[in-house]
T-cell receptor, first 117, second 109 residues
């Protein structure tokens, strides 16, 4: 089955530093990947759609300069939280589907828990 | 803004009972609907998908879709304590998946 690997699973950083989270599709190619954010006891909020070889599409209210997304290959998308602050502490989850598959065959990564001190 | 609404719960049911989870959505154009289960600290896992009006059964799970009412539900028969989790309804909007707020289900022995 399709596998999406997300790394790191947990990260703790100091306020003001930047943190990079990687999302890899291990056994399929993904033109599009999605980044979600989840606060405790809240639902998944779509942050942005990552498009291979082009700029990401950000949802309303998400700061593109703070959450940098790079999708340089068909198997890797990265999310960089720049100048992190404690309010950025959250569970970040990526998802991907095989090229042309759409939402119907979406596979989720295991998530990355970010804690900003 | 596209919205997917669920009752946050918790919904408490005894072991062996039927748990009924409900979801409404705002966009009439949506064609694909999903139910995910999420355990605390984990990412969501897909339980069911449904695309056409009516019922779809898979083991103890039955998804029901009514596009005219913009309503989708999930029934869990013979509920087990291991079913205790948050259940997320998700609706696709032009290839993006938008999640509802989730309903926490508690199955007590």
């Amino acid at each position: 089955g399709a596998v999406v690997s997300q790394h790191p699973s947990r990260v703790i950083c100091k306020s003001g530093t930047s943190v990079k989270i990687e999302c890899r599709s291990l056994d399929f190619q993904a033109t599009t990947m999605f980044w979600y954010r989840q606060f405790p006891k809240k639902s998944l909020m779509l942050m942005a759609t990552s498009n291979e070889g082009s700029k990401a599409t950000y949802e309303q209210g998400v700061e593109k300069d703070k959450f940098l997304i790079n999708h340089a290959s068909l198997t890797l998308s990265t999310l960089t939280v720049t100048s992190a602050h404690p309010e950025d502490s959250s569970f970040y989850i990526c998802s991907a589907s095989p090229t042309g598959g759409g939402a119907n065959v979406l596979t989720f990564g295991a998530g990355s828990r970010l804690t900003v001190l | 803004q596209k919205e997917v609404e669920q009752n946050s719960g918790p919904l408490s049911v005894p072991e062996g009972a039927i748990a009924s989870l409900n979801c409404t959505y705002s966009d009439r154009v949506s064609q694909s609907f999903f139910w995910y289960r999420q355990y605390s600290g984990k990412s969501p896992e897909l339980i069911m998908s449904i695309y056409s009006n009516g019922d779809k059964e898979d083991g103890r799970f039955t998804a029901q879709l009514n596009k005219a009412s913009q309503y989708v539900s999930l029934l869990i028969r013979d509920s087990q304590p291991s079913d205790s989790a948050t259940y997320l309804c998700a609706v696709s909007f032009t290839d993006k998946l938008i999640f509802g707020t989730g309903t926490r289900l508690q199955v007590f022995p």
